[in-house]
């Protein structure tokens, strides 16, 4: 089974992108031909500062190299070193009605933010789908934000091939309920959009700044607290297992658990749990040119993929003669 999906580095990757995403990729790669990529093309619809870019870019791959995804036994790329996937993009753009798109919950969130929207921001679930056809994967682990934009990338592939003959793949969404909302230090979804993230690499002192404002309740020392309303518990959860979290929800439930201490240890735990992965990450930022090796590389072994369907797509509608 072929399993796909990939990352904006519109910011420093976080505990969000860690558990909803790069922890089920890293281990999909052990069972599974897996599919990674950090989706640059994507980001330029709302990154327009060109050195934020290259290096949140430049460091999302570090990170997930650091954090194991394997270069050799996985499909590891970045989305733009693999430009055929706007060419499919052109040619799926051309069966997909402007009534899906602008359906999109993504996109109509955006615009009643007042966000301007650009034509490539409306496009976006079309790159998308181009993203998940050009590779023929079966299956797409994505957040639940992300689901209508599997399900359209699902309506395009039937209606491309309903219209042209079997050229794509029809995936699926692979969405964990237990995961479905990891919550930002305010309780919002975490996201770089609502400023309320913890980076997986931060500094331990800026580390120490973010978790020690996770947003709680006011209630005092001596009253019992509630475990399925807190966000502190929520972000720890993450880290525990089904004893630790039956623990630590007795501990909220005895009165005198002071959520300051609660956040100390949270901040040891992250810490701690991340601890093995940074002498791998500080190693990759300081040789850039392997870094960059191995992405070409990535994008080398992709792209002769990508090619593949991307031939049958020109086939079967008319561009080749
Ligand atoms: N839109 C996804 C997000 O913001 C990123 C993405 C782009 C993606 N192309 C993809 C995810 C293909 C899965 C498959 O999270």
């Known amino acids: 089974m072929r399993v796909l999906s990939g990352i904006q580095p519109s910011g420093a990757l976080h505990l969000g992108n860690y558990f909803a995403m790069m922890k089920r990729m890293i281990e999909f790669q052990k069972n599974h031909e897996l599919f990674c990529f950090i989706v640059n093309y994507h980001?330029?619809?709302?990154?327009?500062?060109?050195?934020?870019?290259?290096?949140?870019?430049?460091?999302?791959?570090?990170?997930?190299?650091a954090l194991g995804i394997d270069p050799e036994k996985s499909y590891f790329y970045v989305q733009s070193d693999v430009p055929e996937v706007t060419e499919l993009t052109w040619i799926l753009s051309n069966i997909?009605?402007?009534?899906?798109?602008?359906?999109?919950?993504?996109?109509?969130?955006?615009?009643?933010?007042?966000?301007?929207?650009?034509?490539?921001?409306?496009?976006?679930?079309?790159?998308?789908?181009?993203?998940?056809?050009l590779y023929g994967a079966n299956l797409v682990p994505v957040g639940r934000d992300q689901k209508q934009h599997v399900e359209m990338t699902r309506d395009i592939a039937i209606k491309f091939n309903h219209n042209f003959g079997e050229v794509f793949i029809v995936p699926e969404a692979d969405i964990q309920d237990d995961l479905a909302t990891i919550p930002g230090i305010d309780g919002q979804k975490m996201s770089k959009s609502y400023d309320n993230t913890i980076e997986i690499f931060a500094p331990k002192n800026v580390l120490k700044k973010k978790i020690m404002s996770i947003v709680t309740d006011a209630k005092s020392i001596d009253e019992p607290k509630d475990p399925k309303i807190c966000n502190l518990f929520a972000l720890y959860s993450l880290f525990l297992d089904q004893a630790g979290k039956q623990e630590l929800t007795e501990r909220y439930l005895t009165p005198g658990l002071r959520y300051g201490d609660i956040k100390k240890e949270l901040l040891e735990t992250i810490w701690n749990y991340f601890e093995p992965y940074r002498e791998k990450r500080n190693n990759l930022l300081h040789d850039p040119d392997l870094v960059h090796d191995i992405m070409l590389e990535g994008a080398r072994k992709t792209r002769l993929v990508a090619k593949g369907y991307l031939e049958k797509a020109r086939e079967a509608v008319g561009l080749n003669y």
Do not use: Q
């Open 43 to 65: 980001a330029l619809t709302t990154v327009k500062d060109a050195d934020y870019l290259r290096k949140n870019t430049f460091e999302a791959c570090i990170d997930f190299l």
């Open 96 to 133: 997909t009605e402007m009534g899906l798109l602008k359906r999109a919950h993504s996109y109509k969130d955006k615009v009643s933010k007042g966000i301007e929207a650009n034509h490539g921001l409306f496009a976006y679930p079309v790159l998308m789908a181009a993203d998940i056809l």
